[in-house]
């Protein structure tokens, strides 16, 4: 019941607001932008406008979908349920130790 009113539709509305916005942000400097595009290269998904895909899929997302997920993924005390720990990293932490060969 708590994941109920924890997922107000006013409160779910205004998160996917936000992360669209910072989907739809410009790259900061053509740093950050080779990165972006060498993160797809080297994962090999080579999906560059990802950010276009994402947003769209974003904009479709339901409260009852997120609801959905809560309970299949995070809810704890539920039989094979997982922890979800959110992690953030440093883009120069990221690149230490990568070599790129042209």
Known sequence: MKIQLFFTTFRVQSNVNALIEMKLEKHKNLREESVYFWREIQDGTLKFDRKDHEVAALKQLSKAE?????????????????????????????????????
């Open 66 to 102: 997120m609801i959905q997920f809560f309970d299949e993924h995070i809810k704890e005390g539920d039989n094979g349920s997982h922890a979800s720990t959110p992690h953030t990293w440093e883009t120069s932490y990221l690149l230490k130790g990568c070599t790129f060969n042209f």
